[in-house]
């Protein structure tokens, strides 16, 4: 069974852009959840989807924002790039809301 | 505010030691709890969980951990540690029926010497 898969595993913005980030959850898992990964805060939830709909959502400026589509793969887009964006973002996915969950490889972003 | 909060930033065992990282958490009501571990280049994985039941819980690789509720505890153990259990360890909870949010304790790096 295929993993949690994230693309693409490496990105370099500049301050201002926008970037989007996609998810593929195992197969037959409906609920995705970001994180975001730095070592200042170290991991933190960003949101939360399940069955297209944002279930939980994290303390993260509205430059965050996220979707599910029907076959539960996600995407994540920033808006609006600051310095301090610069981590790595992690994708999870688990069945059903409030189990266990599967990480990705994460995305590295960088902001230059 | 919810919080999860690991006692060690970074321990150093030899081989053959045994291994105790601590993990306390900070809820109000039921919580499930989880014990990630990151190796070097590699992605998060679970290392055990608890939901309900037997406190003492086991995981892969030879790990468990103990659920001590009174304490707001959920120790991480290991008997005797190997080189390859070299690795970042990730102490997390998540509030029963709120969804999947996992929040997670700074991490403790644990360095293992031949």
């Known amino acids: 069974k295929a993993g949690v898969t994230q693309t693409p595993r490496y990105l370099i913005k500049t301050r201002g852009q926008q970037v989007t980030l996609s998810c593929s959850p195992i197969s037959g898992h409906r609920s995705v959840s970001w994180y975001q990964q730095t070592p200042g805060q170290g991991l933190q939830f960003l949101f939360e989807?399940?069955?297209?709909?944002?279930?939980n959502k994290g303390n993260f400026p509205g430059r965050f924002s996220g979707r599910q589509f029907s076959n539960s793969r996600s995407e994540m887009n920033v808006s609006t790039l600051e310095l301090g964006d610069s981590a790595l973002y992690l994708c999870?996915?688990?069945?059903?809301?409030?189990?266990?969950?599967?990480f990705g490889d994460g995305t590295r972003l960088s902001i230059l | 505010a919810q919080s999860v909060s690991q006692h060690n930033h970074h321990v150093i065992l030899s081989e053959a030691a045994s291994l105790e990282l601590g993990c306390n958490y900070s809820y109000g009501g039921t919580v499930n709890l989880f014990w990630y571990v990151q190796y070097p280049g590699q992605h998060l994985q679970l290392l055990l969980k608890?939901?309900?039941?037997?406190?003492l819980v086991k995981g892969i690789k030879g790990f468990e951990a103990e659920f001590i509720k009174s304490k707001f505890s959920f120790n991480l153990r290991k008997p005797s540690v190997q080189w390859s259990d070299t690795a970042e360890y990730f102490c997390?909870?998540?509030?029963?029926?709120?969804?999947?949010?996992?929040?997670f304790g700074q991490g403790t790096e644990l360095s293992v010497k031949p």
């Open positions: 997390a909870a998540m509030e029963y029926n709120q969804g999947g949010k996992l929040i």
């Open positions: 608890y939901f309900s039941g037997d406190p």
């Open positions: 999870a996915s688990s069945l059903h809301l409030g189990q266990p969950q599967h």
């Open positions: 989807y399940f069955s297209e709909t944002q279930r």
